[in-house]
């Protein structure tokens, strides 16, 4: 357990309906990321937050797709009129923020989402 | 474009056999690379991280190395057990731009009994 959280662990959606996942950091840790994982695949990086403010969005799939981490703390994912080709495991991530040096991710267990 | 990938997407080994894991990379401007392990139904987790001005670096039963002239980075890992059963991926950050991960597709190690 690396101490980050995310829920759900799994939701099953119908094709059309609107999701938000949540992601819980480890408590000291200033920067927050969300990737996407298909089968088979490594993480893809979606976008991250410093504290609060999102610096790197351009990676989010489509408009449909749209995060927010209001107070620095807890972030959510949220995707709009979901579609098959969302199914895939939704990853968050944490790190302490270091500037320019390494700054190691530290991973949750994921939501797996399945669109029917 | 620049990726990072992997040569074998499954490697096999008995218990106690020492693994070798290996990763190909194409961008010469990465920074620091870092090896995760992830099973199945988990999250990657950490094992161990490498910056471009090493050429190894140590951890426990694990040892990773980086060959720059042929942009090549492995990951072994000594007296293998079971639990090390999982699919493994090489990472690589650079320092300029946002600060993210690009991950390469994942070998997966089977270690038998």
């Known amino acids: 357990d690396t101490g980050v959280s995310q829920n759900p662990r799994h939701k099953i959606t119908k094709r059309g309906q609107n999701v938000t996942f949540r992601c819980d950091p480890i408590s000291e840790h200033n920067r927050l990321y969300w990737y996407r994982q298909t089968l088979g695949q490594g993480p893809e990086f979606l976008t991250y937050?410093?504290?609060?403010?999102?610096?790197?969005k351009s990676r989010l799939l489509s408009d449909r797709f749209s995060a927010e981490r209001p107070k620095g703390s807890f972030s959510t994912l949220e995707i709009q009129r979901t579609e098959q080709g969302d199914s895939a495991m939704y990853l968050c991530?944490?790190?302490?923020?270091?500037?320019?040096?390494?700054?190691?991710?530290?991973f949750g267990p994921g939501t797996r989402l399945t669109v029917l | 474009g620049e990726s990072v990938g992997l040569h074998l997407p499954t490697l096999s080994v008995q218990e106690g056999d020492n693994s070798i894991i290996n990763c190909a990379y194409s961008n010469s401007a990465s920074d620091y690379f870092i090896w995760y392990k992830q099973e199945s139904g988990k999250g990657p987790q950490f094992i161990i991280d490498i910056r471009s001005n090493m050429d190894k670096r140590q951890g426990q039963r694990v040892t990773v190395l980086l060959n720059k002239t042929v942009k090549h980075l492995s990951l072994q890992i000594a007296a293998t057990q079971p639990g090390d059963s999982a699919v493994y991926f090489c990472a690589e950050w650079k320092s300029s731009g946002y600060s993210t991960l690009t991950f390469g597709k994942g070998t997966m190690l089977l270690v038998s009994p």
């Open positions: 937050f410093q504290n609060e403010a999102q610096l790197e």
């Open positions: 991530a944490s790190s302490l923020g270091a500037g320019g040096k390494t700054d190691t991710q530290y």
